[in-house]
């Protein structure tokens, strides 16, 4: 059993409830930056109109995005492990401020024949600097938590991914069409100063009596383990269908189902709230049962025959937004409800001295793939339609399942 159990902790005691502090402080700083790396992609429709692009531009803007994190994840991760979660934290939010605010004076639609050089070179320091809010709040939370609630905790941290996301799918679209993107990177701004202000006043380092042990659940070093390189490959490829979905997702609902754009929002919203929810959920269940594994695999498979429907859908001329956006939304949830559990294991097989980069390592491999997929789909796309990317997705999901390890004792 993978299940370890929980150590008695009381919200009487003021280091027990300074925890949930420490965890929203996580949940803004993710959220933030999710708003960035999760809601620029949703104005997609409208920021090809606006600076005019093609679907391959388009592609390498938003990719740029995910390669700049890809690039800084683990860097941060091991700064993070040997500063501290708090320097690293404050000086990666207060440069994601930086690069929006330079995407502000020289990127909007319109500056010139440099814009778009501006907006992916932009685009890339935001991924950049912002990619330190994963390995620096997954340190500050693993270590205020105790066993037994560390998934739950985790998975909340994770629901501020769909939850930024969300936000960023009701609000940016509409934003940019009406306001403009020097609104969208504004709204972005003021965003990540909130979260800079969390954490100076809530966060600081646990108590010892609440930190895991310092040895890794492997007894090796996270960078050699196995097991640890085995799960962020997992993630990072489990991403894949996600990103896909989440970058041209609105595109696809407006070219194969005549969609408006209310109803592309509002389906990529419900994406978002979806996965919150099962993030939540799965991180209480799998603390419950001791069984992260076996669910990962099983979020593999689901993942799986979901796009592998919608895939079967986009084959077909017959099927209108109105069956279109349930399947896609079902999909969508489904490739976004397991990073919670993921995150969890992936710190708990690196033990509390290396969080950061085992963290870092993780983020790495997810942002690669965001990159790589982001380049990837408009190729397919013009090859064989939409059914060949959402096929595509669904091999790769059904590619992970053996990949996450098999549960313990199997």
């Given at each position: 059993?993978?299940?370890?159990?929980?150590?008695?902790?009381?919200?009487?005691?003021?280091?027990?409830?300074?925890?949930?502090?420490?965890?929203?402080?996580?949940?803004?700083?993710?959220?933030s930056?999710?708003a960035?790396f999760?809601?620029?992609?949703?104005?997609?429709?409208?920021?090809?109109t606006?600076?005019?692009?093609?679907?391959?531009?388009?592609g390498?803007?938003?990719?740029?995005?995910?390669?700049g994190?890809?690039?800084?994840?683990?860097p941060?991760?091991?700064?993070?492990?040997?500063?501290?979660?708090?320097?690293?934290?404050?000086?990666?939010l207060?440069?994601?401020?930086?690069?929006?605010?330079l995407?502000?004076?020289?990127?909007?639609?319109?500056?010139?024949?440099?814009?778009?050089?501006?907006?992916?070179?932009?685009?890339?320091l935001?991924?950049?600097?912002?990619?330190?809010?994963?390995?620096?709040?997954?340190r500050?939370?693993?270590?205020?938590?105790?066993?037994?609630?560390?998934?739950?905790?985790?998975?909340?941290?994770?629901?501020?991914?769909?939850?930024?996301?969300?936000i960023?799918?009701?609000?940016?679209?509409?934003?940019?069409?009406?306001?403009?993107?020097?609104?969208?990177?504004?709204?972005?701004i003021?965003?990540?100063?909130?979260?800079?202000?969390?954490?100076?006043?809530?966060?600081?380092?646990p108590?010892?009596?609440?930190?895991?042990?310092a040895?890794?659940a492997?007894?090796t070093p996270?960078?050699?383990?196995?097991?640890v390189?085995?799960?962020?490959?997992?993630?990072?490829?489990?991403?894949?269908?996600?990103?896909?979905?989440?970058?041209?997702?609105?595109?696809?609902?407006?070219e194969?189902?005549?969609?408006g754009?209310?109803?592309i929002?509002?389906?990529?919203t419900?994406?978002?709230?979806?996965?919150a929810?099962?993030?939540?959920?799965?991180?209480?269940?799998?603390?419950?049962?001791?069984?992260?594994?076996?669910?990962?695999?099983?979020?593999?498979?689901?993942?799986?025959?979901?796009?592998?429907?919608?895939?079967?859908?986009?084959?077909?001329?017959?099927?209108?937004?109105?069956?279109?956006a349930?399947?896609?939304?079902?999909?969508?949830?489904?490739?976004?409800?397991?990073?919670?559990?993921?995150?969890?294991?992936?710190?708990?097989?690196?033990?509390?001295?290396?969080?950061?980069?085992?963290?870092?390592?993780?983020?790495?491999?997810?942002?690669?793939?965001?990159?790589?997929?982001?380049?990837?789909?408009p190729?397919?796309?013009?090859?064989?339609?939409?059914?060949?990317?959402?096929?595509?997705?669904?091999?790769?999901?059904?590619?992970v399942?053996?990949?996450?390890?098999?549960?313990?004792g199997?």
């Amino acid at each position: 059993m993978e299940h370890t159990a929980a150590v008695a902790t009381t919200d009487l005691d003021p280091a027990a409830r300074h925890r949930w502090k420490v965890l929203a402080a996580g949940v803004a700083a993710n959220a933030s930056f999710s708003a960035i790396f999760s809601g620029i992609p949703v104005t997609s429709v409208v920021l090809r109109t606006d600076y005019r692009l093609s679907n391959a531009e388009l592609g390498l803007a938003l990719g740029l995005l995910s390669l700049g994190v890809a690039l800084g994840e683990l860097p941060w991760g091991v700064l993070t492990d040997k500063l501290g979660d708090r320097k690293v934290l404050l000086a990666g939010l207060l440069g994601t401020v930086a690069a929006l605010w330079l995407l502000v004076l020289f990127a909007l639609p319109g500056q010139g024949g440099a814009t778009y050089a501006w907006l992916c070179a932009g685009l890339m320091l935001a991924g950049l600097l912002g990619g330190s809010v994963n390995g620096s709040s997954g340190r500050a939370v693993m270590g205020w938590f105790r066993d037994g609630e560390r998934g739950l905790a985790m998975s909340i941290r994770q629901t501020a991914v769909p939850l930024g996301g969300g936000i960023g799918a009701l609000l940016l679209p509409s934003l940019a069409a009406h306001a403009g993107f020097g609104a969208v990177y504004g709204a972005l701004i003021a965003g990540c100063l909130a979260s800079v202000w969390l954490t100076l006043i809530w966060l600081r380092e646990p108590p010892a009596a609440t930190q895991a042990p310092a040895h890794a659940a492997t007894g090796t070093p996270a960078l050699r383990s196995a097991v640890v390189w085995r799960l962020a490959l997992a993630t990072g490829l489990l991403c894949a269908p996600q990103v896909a979905l989440i970058s041209f997702g609105g595109i696809f609902l407006q070219e194969a189902g005549h969609a408006g754009l209310v109803l592309i929002s509002a389906a990529l919203t419900a994406v978002q709230i979806g996965a919150a929810v099962c993030r939540i959920a799965s991180g209480r269940w799998t603390d419950r049962r001791g069984n992260r594994r076996a669910y990962l695999r099983g979020c593999a498979m689901l993942s799986a025959a979901l796009f592998a429907l919608l895939g079967v859908l986009a084959l077909g001329s017959h099927a209108g937004a109105m069956i279109l956006a349930p399947a896609l939304v079902a999909a969508g949830v489904a490739v976004s409800a397991w990073h919670g559990v993921a995150y969890t294991e992936l710190a708990v097989m690196a033990g509390s001295a290396q969080i950061g980069t085992a963290l870092g390592l993780g983020n790495s491999c997810v942002f690669t793939v965001f990159f790589l997929t982001a380049q990837a789909v408009p190729p397919l796309l013009q090859w064989r339609g939409w059914a060949a990317v959402w096929l595509a997705m669904a091999v790769v999901a059904l590619m992970v399942r053996p990949l996450f390890p098999a549960p313990q004792g199997k």
